[in-house]
């Protein structure tokens, strides 16, 4: 009686291969839960102060952050296959701090309201300003290579989502409102908020166009020959509003010289 041994790709090789191979993936598995461990022990808890106080600043502070520390984290979270990971705690985190935006601003009392809108957006871009080219090379290999899409796109929407849309429709009539009356709120102010609006929804200019017209140029159709008398009519009651509010009409120096002489 003959007995054949074991040939290539026999049973028992087999079996020693899927050992190996349950090993290895094992071991893969050990490693790679203990590079996450890391990122949240190490990397994320640093970068997340630095986020904290990059979204709190006001645009005219000057916070000590050191940028290629943060810089340095985000470079190896990458490199360490953390991407998805790292854009996903920085989005929530975000969200997180828009959400409590929202909360203060819905107790802003209506005349205050137009005002407090624009702190909140005008310091939100500006932390953006520094937290998007130091999120730089998350933007690069995984949001716009993977995503694709931008980072400040991503974090704009963020704030349309979770402040602009909850309050646009109380924010809306007072603008309206504003607008009617010169110089009720700074006019700095008024063309803020609505090319504010207008950069985060387009679509919102529909809700008041005459508005929206009054600070963003050409966005009404051209001008009909027909309706130019009303057009001749809207213009003398802005004239007259301005002149009620203590603007005088034309250059009056030149006329009080005239009179002298």
């Given at each position: 009686?003959c007995?054949e041994?074991?040939?290539?790709?026999?049973?028992?090789?087999?079996?020693?291969?899927?050992?190996?191979?349950?090993?290895t993936?094992?071991?893969l598995s050990?490693l790679?839960a203990?590079?996450?461990?890391?990122?949240?022990?190490?990397h994320?808890?640093?970068l997340?102060?630095a986020?904290?106080?990059?979204?709190i600043?006001?645009p005219?502070d000057?916070?000590?952050?050191s940028?290629a520390?943060?810089?340095?984290?985000?470079?190896?979270?990458?490199?360490?296959?953390?991407?998805?990971?790292?854009y996903?705690d920085?989005?929530?985190k975000?969200?997180?701090?828009?959400?409590?935006?929202?909360?203060?601003l819905?107790?802003?009392?209506?005349?205050?309201?137009i005002?407090n809108?624009?702190v909140?957006?005008?310091?939100?871009?500006?932390?953006?300003?520094?937290?998007?080219p130091v999120?730089?090379?998350?933007?690069?290999f995984y949001?716009?290579?993977?995503?694709?899409?931008?980072?400040?796109?991503?974090?704009?929407?963020l704030?349309?989502?979770?402040?602009?849309?909850?309050?646009v429709?109380?924010?809306?009539?007072l603008?309206?409102?504003a607008?009617?009356?010169?110089?009720?709120?700074?006019?700095?102010?008024?063309?803020?908020?609505?090319?504010?609006?207008?950069?985060?929804?387009?679509e919102?200019?529909?809700l008041?166009?005459?508005?929206?017209?009054?600070?963003?140029?050409?966005?009404?159709?051209p001008?009909?020959?027909?309706?130019l008398?009303?057009?001749?009519?809207?213009?003398q009651k802005l004239?007259m509003?301005?002149?009620m509010?203590?603007?005088?009409?034309?250059?009056q120096?030149?006329?009080?010289?005239?009179?002298?002489?």
């Open positions: 009686m007995v041994s074991d040939a290539p790709g026999s049973k028992p090789q087999r079996l020693a291969s899927y050992k190996t191979l349950f090993l993936s094992s071991s050990v790679n203990m590079a996450v461990e890391d990122y949240r022990k190490n994320w808890p640093n997340e102060k986020i904290d106080r990059l979204l600043q006001n005219t000057h916070i000590s952050v940028y520390q943060i810089y340095s984290y985000i470079y190896k979270c990458v490199c360490q296959q953390h991407s998805e990971l790292l996903s920085l989005t929530s975000i969200t997180s701090h828009l959400q409590e935006v929202s909360t203060h819905q107790a802003s009392p209506p005349e205050n309201f005002e809108f624009n909140a957006l005008t310091q939100y871009t500006a932390s953006l300003q520094c937290i998007v999120f730089m090379y998350l933007n690069k949001i716009e290579s993977k995503l694709n899409r931008d980072l400040r796109e991503d974090l704009m929407k704030f349309a989502d979770q402040v602009a849309e909850k309050h429709n109380t924010l809306m009539p603008l309206i409102k607008h009617s009356m010169p110089f009720q709120v700074q006019p700095s102010t008024m063309a803020s908020v609505v090319k504010g609006l207008y950069s985060l929804r387009p919102w200019a529909q008041a166009p005459a508005l929206f017209s009054g600070f963003i140029p050409q966005i009404n159709p001008a009909v020959e027909s309706l008398s009303d057009y001749a009519a809207h213009d004239q509003e301005l002149s509010n203590g603007f005088p009409r034309g250059d120096s030149r006329k009080r010289a005239s009179e002298d002489s």
